[in-house]
Every structure is written in structure tokens, then in C-alpha cells.
């Protein structure tokens, strides 16, 4: 991340302030399954990120979303059992050495965390009017997506960790949350102040996987095309100024 210039670039640009609050935002965000403090989260707090959330792009303007939030401690521990026999059945699918690792991986903080929250998408709100959709139906689950992220980062910028649980049978979370059968849940997310946001992605500090290096998955014109090298050569120089600000984490 290069150190943002005193000046603006453009009108439209935002000072370096608040520049580099919105680049922490997006390089410090992390997946935050442990560290969860009891501590309840204010409703104005909240609130914030729920709007957040409700300001995404989403298709068609369709606003796909609804939020349910789940406090119960019944509940989340029905929930964290539909984890528990979802992650067995997955690590029976993960082969060799990776297996005993993913045994030892903390995958979610349903009941560590103080609240939990399942964003949902409601496929028929457009009211067959596919704005957008009509080649792509999925779209609308992409703009929920994009609420997520809204929420994930307004989240980190109020110090409130978010972990993302997907290890789940999605018609049994239906069922515990009385879903109906045209609405989606897209993301079954734990929410709460931790004391620490870790530097680095848990499953990279456990040897899961790494970062890849960006200026391979960057192609020119089309998919597969070599080239862009002057924008490759940016990245990596701005990978460098990254750590160059100190974050050697980013
Ligand atoms: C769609 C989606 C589903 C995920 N599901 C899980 C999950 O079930 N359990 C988990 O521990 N992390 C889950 N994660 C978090 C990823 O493991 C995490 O984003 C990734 O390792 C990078 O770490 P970071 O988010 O801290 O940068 C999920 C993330 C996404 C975007």
C-alpha cells in the first residue's frame, strides 16, 4: 500500500486520511474466529454496520438482503452442532496430512461470540422484474455478497471482529431459522469485540495456505493473456511500499 500523498489526486478523492483509514479497513479485516470477548455490542454500534451493510451495489437496486440476528445461546448451540456434523463430513473429504490439519483448525466462534448474524438474500424481491438478471440470476446473490464485505469492513474500522461460518448443511440452518424455501442464506457470520485482530490470515499461520503473489493472477486482454508488465512491476513495488509503512503483515 503505498503511504497516500498529502495532496488529493482529484476533487473526488478523499484526503490521505481517510484514504489510508479505508485501505486499513481493507488490509487489516481479518476472519476472526477466536478472541471474542463476552462484552454485548451497543445497538447504535450496530446499527452503523448494518447500514453499512444496506449501502452495498446491489443488482437491479433489488436490496436482496435481510439480517436476521441471532442472541440466543439455545439457538447458537443448535447452530454450532449443525457445525460440528458439517465439519465431520468435510473432513472426511480432505485427503492425506491435510486431513489432520484441518482437524486442529478453529473454524468458527458461534458461541464464543456475543451475537451472530445470518445474512440472507430474498431471490424474489425484484418481483419479475429481472433488472440485470434476466442471463444472470445469480447477480442477486453477488450483491448480497457485497453487503457482507460492507458489514465485514465497516466492522473491523469499529474494532468488531467477523468470522464467516460456510462449514454448514444450508437446509438444516434453514430449518433452525425458519427460512422459507425463495430466500437464501448467504452468510452465517459471528459477531463481537475481540482483544486482537491477528497480523496475518489464521489459515496461513497454520500453514493451510499462503497469499498468492498478485502479479500472477493479473492477465492481459484475455484470460490467460501474458503482458502488463509495467502494472506488474507497480504491484510488486507496492507490495514493497506496504511493508515499507511498517504493516509487513499486509
Ligand atoms: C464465503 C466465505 C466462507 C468462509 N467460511 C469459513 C468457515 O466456514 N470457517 C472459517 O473459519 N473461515 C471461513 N471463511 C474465512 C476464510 O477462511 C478467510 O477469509 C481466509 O482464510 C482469509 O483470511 P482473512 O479473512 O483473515 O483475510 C470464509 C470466508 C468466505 C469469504
Request: hydrophobic share 40%.
Amino acid at each position: 500500500m503505498p503511504a497516500a500523498s498529502s495532496h488529493a489526486i482529484s476533487d473526488n478523492s478523499f484526503d490521505a486520511a481517510a484514504r489510508d483509514a479505508v485501505y486499513e479497513a481493507i488490509f487489516t479485516r481479518r476472519d476472526v474466529r477466536s478472541h471474542f470477548l463476552p462484552e454485548t455490542i451497543d445497538d447504535s454500534v450496530l446499527a452503523r454496520l448494518l447500514l453499512a451493510a444496506h449501502h452495498a451495489p446491489s443488482v437491479g437496486y433489488m436490496q436482496p438482503w435481510n439480517f436476521i440476528v441471532i442472541r440466543d445461546a439455545r439457538r447458537r448451540e443448535q447452530i454450532r452442532d449443525l457445525f460440528l456434523d458439517a465439519r465431520r463430513q468435510e473432513a472426511e473429504n480432505i485427503e492425506g496430512d491435510r486431513q489432520a490439519l484441518y482437524r486442529k483448525l478453529k473454524l468458527e466462534g458461534i458461541c464464543e461470540s456475543p451475537l451472530n448474524l445470518c445474512i440472507t438474500c430474498d431471490r424474489s424481491r425484484s418481483k419479475n422484474s429481472p433488472l440485470g438478471r434476466w442471463h444472470n440470476p445469480e447477480m442477486d446473490l453477488y450483491s448480497t455478497v457485497c453487503a457482507v464485505q460492507n458489514f465485514w469492513l465497516a466492522a473491523r474500522a469499529e474494532g468488531i471482529g467477523v468470522g464467516w461460518v460456510s462449514i454448514l448443511d444450508s437446509d438444516a440452518l434453514k430449518c433452525l431459522l425458519g427460512i422459507p424455501g425463495h430466500v437464501v442464506p448467504v452468510a452465517y457470520l459471528c459477531v463481537g469485540r475481540v482483544s486482537e485482530f491477528a497480523p496475518r490470515p489464521d489459515l496461513e499461520t497454520h500453514g493451510w495456505g499462503k497469499r498468492l503473489p498478485l502479479p500472477d493472477l493479473i492477465m492481459s486482454e484475455i484470460f490467460g493473456g501474458t503482458g502488463e508488465q509495467r502494472l506488474k512491476r507497480a504491484v510488486n513495488a507496492t507490495q514493497f511500499s506496504a511493508a515499507a509503512v511498517n504493516r509487513p503483515e499486509i
